[in-house]
């Protein structure tokens, strides 16, 4: 009973049993810590949400904690169970050992990855999207740093601080045409006043996020935000059309060419993407993605080493 | 050898029906104990729910048949299978439950006829409504069904059951649970029962008052830092529609809620604060301030100037808005204090 395994160990919603280890990634109102989950002795991570720093109300927060416990497939990140200490949310998550895409090209590949490790990440991200969009879930924020790898090669799409449910009316259609994600990832047609958010979005987002494993970092991402929004709207689309680029497949660039198209009826769904020959020879994660990892140190270290760097660069200036 | 048994043409709804009710009524006592029977059970399940989905919805390019969706609706009550939706839902498997929501509130909104016919069925077995409640007990189940029971509550009539069902009472306590998702879905379940259907909650807080204010009451007062704060903003949204007035009227007029709000006032939470200010506005601006709510505030006067002093909106377009009131209810503290007749 496969299916019916899912469920089959349930954490607690006890803060004591669950010890805090480093700091393994921040944001703006949330930290991510790898942790014990004390009863298993098991390794998790623990997102900590600072919930005052939500202005207007929780029903944003709320949603997404529905919405992370009624999905179910191996690429999403699902979260293991979330409950309240002080004025924090704590989620419970799978530790995915080697952090984010982004994180990784920051540390060890600045000019991105080669092509066999994107087009495996690419896919095992891409399979995430075609389960997120059947069952009416927009993701809203796909970007390498929302890629999450572990040791033993897996992929995972995390965070749903922003997704969104195409299924109901009301209230979330309103949230849906706020200003939320990233520019840099955002479909032209997001970044316009009056054009709704459709699943469209996110293979536009998926296609910068090609580009930004295959470069190391996003187009336009030097920009300030307002640049960037104009830049989208007016300038064509982004692609593999440099000299560098010269190392990348036909198909492959074939492939980000169809997400990056300014009209989002012609891009394709992600179930066709799926389908794209690009994709047909992916190798599997498990040795395309874990070979990135030899020789590095564990994760913990690197945030460290990171933080080292921005202090220094900070210092500089 | 299974090209044997593969069905040669399309099911008609009756006969779908018919499947989904045999492969329901599979799921016995007897079944439910054997592995292997329940997984082939459930299985048969499965591929009918599926199928039942296909017929309801369409696939994504070819749109369902209508005819079809209405004797599909008329046929699911008439056999009851509603019914056995909701008492065979703890067994079923995770993609089950989902493709059962997912059917469930498009036969909720079928209409044939006139009149939605799942509607009226759940009217008639209104049991099925507490029964979908005290799932928020069922950890591995209470969102399916959270779900679903929302889609109930867009009904009136339903949502009027519920409110006056003693299963109500139960929400004060789902909304405390310690998982988040849980007690997040319980909560979007209350809020629409108070917020979706102006009337039958009006008529609702007239007749239940003081049991409802005091349940109320252990929310704002709770240690759960998320259940203070949405509680105090749903109280406000709630307290503050039209059709309540006379409700608010009430509430601003007991000094017991007074004095829960300025303690919210003093929360350690800014968002908490604020929202405590909206609601505290109202019991000093009300124009027939009782006595003792009057004493309360002359008495405490010095200590709200502080606070309100203090208090600021943060970052936001209302800003000037607020920083009017505040201002209007600091003088209007500062006149009560002053009224000479107050001391006794």
Same mark, same amino acid.
């Given at each position: 009973?496969?299916?019916?395994?899912?469920?089959?160990?349930?954490?607690?919603?006890?803060?004591?049993?669950?010890?805090?280890?480093?700091?393994?990634?921040?944001?703006?109102?949330?930290?991510?810590?790898?942790?014990?989950?004390?009863?298993?002795?098991?390794?998790?991570?623990?997102?900590?949400?600072?919930?005052?720093?939500?202005?207007?109300?929780?029903?944003?927060?709320?949603?997404?904690?529905?919405?992370?416990?009624?999905?179910?497939?191996?690429?999403?990140?699902?979260?293991?169970?979330?409950?309240?200490?002080?004025?924090?949310?704590?989620?419970?998550?799978?530790?995915?050992?080697?952090?984010?895409?982004?994180?990784?090209?920051?540390?060890?590949?600045?000019?991105?990855?080669?092509?066999?490790?994107?087009?495996?990440?690419?896919?095992?991200?891409?399979?995430?999207?075609?389960?997120?969009?059947?069952?009416?879930?927009?993701?809203?924020? /796909? $970007?390498?740093?929302?890629?999450? &790898?572990?040791?033993?090669?897996?992929?995972?799409? *995390?965070?749903?601080?922003?997704? %969104?449910?195409?299924?109901?009316?009301?209230?979330?259609?309103?949230?849906?045409?706020?200003?939320?994600?990233?520019?840099?990832?955002?479909?032209?047609?997001?970044?316009?006043?009056?054009?709704?958010?459709?699943?469209?979005?996110?293979?536009?987002?998926?296609?910068?996020?090609?580009?930004?494993?295959?470069?190391?970092?996003?187009?336009?991402?030097?920009?300030?935000?307002?640049?960037?929004?104009?830049?989208?709207?007016?300038?064509?689309?982004?692609?593999?059309?440099?000299?560098?680029?010269?190392?990348?497949?036909?198909?492959?660039?074939?492939?980000?060419?169809?997400?990056?198209?300014?009209?989002?009826?012609?891009?394709?769904?992600?179930?066709?993407?799926?389908?794209?020959?690009?994709?047909?020879?992916?190798?599997?994660?498990?040795?395309? /993605? $874990?070979?990135?990892?030899?020789? &590095?140190?564990?994760?913990?270290?690197?945030?460290? *080493?990171?933080?080292?760097?921005? %202090?220094?660069?900070?210092?500089?200036? | 050898?299974?090209?044997?048994?593969?069905?040669?043409?399309?099911?008609?709804?009756?006969?779908?029906?018919?499947?989904?009710?045999?492969?329901?009524?599979?799921?016995?006592?007897?079944?439910?104990?054997?592995?292997?029977?329940?997984?082939?059970?459930?299985?048969?399940?499965?591929?009918?729910?599926?199928?039942?989905?296909?017929?309801?919805?369409?696939?994504?390019?070819?749109?369902?048949?209508?005819?079809?969706?209405?004797?599909?609706?008329?046929?699911?009550?008439?056999?009851?299978?509603?019914?056995?939706?909701?008492?065979?839902?703890?067994?079923?498997?995770?993609?089950?439950?989902?493709?059962?929501?997912?059917?469930?509130?498009?036969?909720?909104?079928?209409?044939?006829?006139?009149?939605?016919?799942?509607?009226?069925?759940?009217?008639?077995?209104?049991?099925?409504?507490?029964?979908?409640?005290?799932?928020?007990?069922?950890?591995?189940?209470?969102?399916?069904?959270?779900?679903?029971?929302?889609?109930?509550?867009?009904?009136?009539?339903?949502?009027?059951?519920?409110?006056?069902?003693?299963?109500?009472?139960?929400?004060?306590?789902?909304?405390?649970?310690?998982?988040?998702?849980?007690?997040?879905?319980?909560?979007?379940?209350?809020?629409?029962?108070?917020?979706?259907?102006?009337?039958?909650?009006?008529?609702?807080?007239?007749?239940?008052?003081?049991?409802?204010?005091?349940?109320?009451?252990?929310?704002?007062?709770?240690?759960?830092?998320?259940?203070?704060?949405?509680?105090?903003?749903?109280?406000?949204?709630?307290?503050?529609?039209?059709?309540?007035?006379?409700?608010?009227?009430?509430?601003?007029?007991?000094?017991?809620?007074?004095?829960?709000?300025?303690?919210?006032?003093?929360?350690?939470?800014?968002?908490?604060?604020?929202?405590?200010?909206?609601?505290?506005?109202?019991?000093?601006?009300?124009?027939?301030?009782?006595?003792?709510?009057?004493?309360?505030?002359?008495?405490?006067?010095?200590?709200?100037?502080?606070?309100?002093?203090?208090?600021?909106?943060?970052?936001?377009?209302?800003?000037?808005?607020?920083?009017?009131?505040?201002?209007?209810?600091?003088?209007?503290?500062?006149?009560?204090?002053?009224?000479?007749?107050?001391?006794?």
């Amino acid at each position: 009973m496969g299916k019916l395994g899912t469920g089959q160990r349930s954490y607690s919603a006890n803060q004591n049993d669950y010890k805090l280890l480093e700091e393994v990634g921040y944001g703006a109102s949330a930290t991510v810590f790898r942790a014990i989950y004390l009863p298993f002795n098991e390794v998790v991570a623990v997102k900590c949400l600072d919930l005052d720093r939500c202005n207007s109300n929780l029903d944003d927060i709320r949603r997404e904690a529905q919405t992370m416990s009624l999905i179910d497939h191996p690429n999403v990140i699902r979260a293991f169970c979330s409950f309240v200490v002080d004025r924090n949310l704590w989620v419970v998550m799978p530790f995915m050992a080697e952090g984010s895409c982004l994180h990784l090209m920051k540390i060890a590949y600045q000019d991105g990855f080669e092509e066999s490790a994107i087009c495996s990440i690419l896919k095992e991200a891409l399979k995430a999207l075609e389960y997120l969009h059947r069952h009416g879930h927009i993701h809203r924020d /796909v $970007k390498a740093g929302n890629i999450l &790898l572990d040791t033993n090669g897996v992929v995972k799409l *995390a965070d749903f601080g922003v997704s %969104a449910c195409m299924f109901d009316r009301g209230d979330r259609q309103r949230s849906r045409n706020t200003f939320v994600g990233t520019p840099c990832w955002m479909a032209p047609e997001v970044l316009q006043p009056g054009s709704g958010y459709d699943f469209k979005a996110d293979i536009w987002s998926f296609g910068i996020t090609a580009l930004e494993l295959a470069h190391g970092h996003a187009p336009f991402s030097k920009y300030p935000p307002m640049k960037v929004l104009l830049m989208t709207i007016q300038n064509a689309p982004p692609g593999l059309d440099y000299d560098r680029d010269k190392r990348f497949s036909k198909s492959f660039k074939e492939m980000v060419a169809m997400c990056l198209v300014k009209d989002q009826t012609k891009r394709p769904t992600a179930e066709k993407l799926l389908k794209h020959s690009f994709f047909k020879h992916a190798k599997p994660a498990e040795l395309s /993605v $874990k070979k990135l990892f030899a020789d &590095l140190p564990p994760l913990w270290n690197r945030v460290k *080493a990171l933080q080292v760097c921005l %202090a220094r660069l900070l210092f500089l200036y | 050898m299974s090209f044997f048994f593969k069905p040669s043409r399309p099911k008609t709804p009756q006969e779908l029906v018919k499947a989904i009710k045999d492969s329901l009524m599979g799921l016995d006592t007897k079944t439910v104990v054997e592995v292997k029977a329940l997984e082939k059970a459930l299985e048969e399940v499965e591929k009918n729910f599926v199928t039942m989905k296909l017929m309801l919805s369409g696939d994504g390019e070819v749109e369902p048949n209508m005819d079809h969706v209405s004797q599909m609706t008329l046929e699911i009550c008439k056999e009851d299978v509603l019914a056995l939706f909701l008492h065979k839902l703890p067994i079923f498997g995770w993609e089950a439950r989902k493709d059962l929501v997912h059917c469930w509130s498009i036969l909720l909104k079928q209409k044939v006829g006139s009149t939605c016919c799942c509607v009226r069925y759940m009217e008639n077995h209104s049991e099925l409504l507490d029964f979908l409640v005290v799932c928020y007990d069922n950890k591995d189940i209470a969102l399916n069904c959270g779900n679903m029971l929302r889609e109930c509550i867009k009904y009136p009539t339903l949502a009027k059951y519920i409110l006056e069902s003693p299963s109500f009472e139960l929400f004060f306590k789902y909304v405390g649970l310690p998982n988040f998702d849980v007690a997040s879905d319980a909560f979007s379940t209350f809020k629409d029962l108070l917020t979706k259907h102006a009337t039958a909650v009006s008529e609702f807080l007239t007749a239940h008052y003081d049991e409802f204010f005091e349940q109320y009451e252990k929310l704002l007062t709770s240690t759960n830092y998320v259940t203070r704060r949405q509680s105090l903003k749903l109280l406000s949204e709630f307290l503050l529609e039209p059709p309540n007035s006379h409700i608010m009227k009430r509430y601003i007029a007991e000094v017991r809620h007074l004095k829960i709000i300025m303690t919210l006032m003093k929360d350690s939470s800014k968002n908490i604060q604020i929202s405590a200010f909206h609601i505290f506005k109202v019991f000093v601006a009300n124009p027939n301030k009782p006595r003792d709510i009057k004493v309360i505030l002359a008495k405490n006067h010095e200590r709200l100037l502080a606070l309100l002093y203090n208090l600021s909106a943060g970052k936001g377009a209302d800003d000037d808005q607020f920083e009017e009131e505040k201002e209007l209810i600091i003088k209007e503290i500062e006149r009560v204090s002053q009224l000479p007749n107050l001391e006794s």
